[in-house]
């Protein structure tokens, strides 16, 4: 055959024949080819072209399409020769697999025919500029819609409509649904970690980024397929040296001189969008953390149209090839007065911020101390979640950098479980911190003292010391963790009139070791005032409001008294209380 050459126009010939080849040695090529947008006009020799259009006849006519049958067809149409001959048919398939994929092909030519459009588009524009038939407004304005209608259509030619839809090819090969993290972080998807601020969500991601660099379990549990080669974390709310200290918290350290964990503070010279070329580089093969999401929002985060535009932000980040992204959000404030959670209760603001995510995992801080938080998935859209668990941080983050699972999936009970509340609404307190602090004060130590040795605060302590003196339930409203042995030891209210924290703390003054039982106060003897009746019957009749009949405190002597005092201070020696420092029944 003559070689047909394009010396000066785009083109790729060699990955023509491929594509021709293809089809040839497997005719379901042809239907990639035609689903994927190509059309005969992409091709840049006419030879190509002319195959192309004869093979699509037979294949539209329910015939195979091979060496013989397309020689035939050729042949009928006299082009036999005008494509090179057989020999050049046999050609196509020379050097080919048995199933070629040829996706890769099809996006060359149909590039390289779009650059030769918009070739053409210029060089028409020259024309017109040099035989000055139009004026230049004219000129830019024609030029200008025909390269804007080349960018709509991406180059397909009329009528080709189906390159816009995924083809059967990649439907079949589509990747199944992984894991960066099983069952808690899907690849490929957003993630976000909801809570009440000093909740624990940036220690609970963390935790993440170490198992996903270290390749090991999450909380000892959940399992991470492959190791994360980069993991970029930005937190434009911290400045440096706190989120530092976090990270040797977390034993950090070496991935970060690794340069495998990079990280971006307010301290930061530079703070960067996520819209920023250089970050959308960085992102590719990366898992990224954005802590918290709000520092990102262009606008009021209530706003629907701030969270759409970050949504885009966002997948603008898994589209430049991140692995996955996690990112921390803010809980509304009426989170806290709540013990159930849901996807609004847990994430603040627009309802399109939760619409768009993979998952949503809610934090609820149970116990301050020990830093125990309890973890429920509140969004899972394509896989079936782990049910709540609730893990640790103290003291195993200081021995060790991880968090331990104090509660596996299904062993953590509801959160109303662990949120028992007194009076005022706030958490109840715990049982074990109960009984020191109960411990404490009957050895005369100061609540200013009992909050520095238990790492409380001293509203902690002055709560439990008030709610006894009023006899709120403290102790009896703690955890239901099996450790509130002493209570246990006591009556119940009733009978002599005495509640059992009374008996266990009863403080006259909160900075004072004298401890007491209150007294109940004496049966009132005044009566209260006359309240004049009307009937129809005559005239008005007196009648008066009972009186208010209350307990007369136990006789020291009783012996339901003398009972319950004995116990008490048993109990007390128990736990090591001297005995001059045992209460003082009064």
Known sequence: MTAETITTLP?????????????????AAHTEAVELGLTADAFSLDSHRRIFLCMSELIGAGSA??????????????????????????SLTEGLPRRPAISAYIRIIKDKSMLRRIMGICSAAITKAEDQSQDATGVIDETESQLLELR????????????????????????????????????????????????????????????????????????????????????????????????????????????????????AKEQVALTDRRLLQACEGATVFLDTCTRFLDGPENDAETSRA????????IGAGARTLCGAHHSPKAFEGQDRMTLESVLRGSGDLGAMISTCWGLRQIDPVTNRIYVENVKPRDFLPPKP?????????????????????????????????????????????????IKMRLQGKTIREIASELGVSKSWVGRLSTNSVHGDNAVDNAEPDGEDDLKESLPPSGGNGLSQNSFLL????????????????????????????????????????????????????DPKFADVKARVVAK??????????AVSIQ
């Not at 083109?11 to 005719?27: C, F, Q, S």
């Not at 983050?397 to 509801?414: C, I, M, N, S």
């Not at 070791?513 to 007196?542: C, F, W, Y």
């Not at 007390?572 to 420092?581: A, M, Y």
């Open 11 to 27: 083109a790729n010939p060699d990955a023509e024949r491929t594509i021709l080849g293809g089809i040839l040695l497997d005719n």
């Open 65 to 90: 399409a091979d060496l013989v049958t397309l020689a035939e067809i050729l042949a009928k149409h006299k082009e036999v020769e005008a494509v090179g001959g057989v020999a050049y048919l046999a």
């Open 152 to 267: 709509k259509d991406g180059g397909a030619t009329a009528g080709d409509w189906r390159g816009m839809f995924h083809s059967v090819s990649e439907f079949e090969s589509a990747p199944p649904l992984t894991f960066a993290i099983d069952e808690i972080m899907q690849e490929d998807g957003i993630t976000l970690v909801g809570g009440l601020p000093a909740s624990g969500k940036t220690m609970f991601m963390l935790a993440m980024a170490r198992a996903l660099l270290d390749g090991l379990p999450l909380f000892n549990y959940f399992g991470v397929p492959r190791t994360s080669d980069r993991v970029i974390y930005l937190i434009p709310e911290s400045s440096l040296g706190p989120f530092v200290a976090r990270l040797h918290l977390f034993r950090l350290e070496t991935h970060i001189r690794a340069d495998r964990f990079l990280f971006l503070t307010l301290s």
């Open 310 to 317: 970050f949504a885009r932000n966002l997948f603008s980040l």
């Open 389 to 437: 668990f609730i893990i640790q941080g103290r003291p195993s983050l200081d021995k060790d950098g991880y968090f331990e699972l104090v509660a596996k999936p299904g062993a953590a009970g509801e959160l109303r479980d662990h949120l028992n509340r007194n009076k005022a609404g706030a958490p109840a307190l715990s049982s074990v911190k109960a009984l020191d602090a």
């Open 506 to 557: 009863g403080f006259r003054d909160r900075d004072s070791p004298n401890i007491g039982v209150r007294e109940t106060e004496p049966e009132s003897t005044q009566s209260a005032p006359d309240i004049p009746l009307t009937s129809k019957e005559g005239p008005s009749k007196k009648r008066k409001r009972p009186t208010a009949k209350r307990k007369a405190p136990p006789a020291k002597d």
């Open 572 to 581: 007390l020696r128990d736990l090591n209380v001297p005995k001059t420092e």
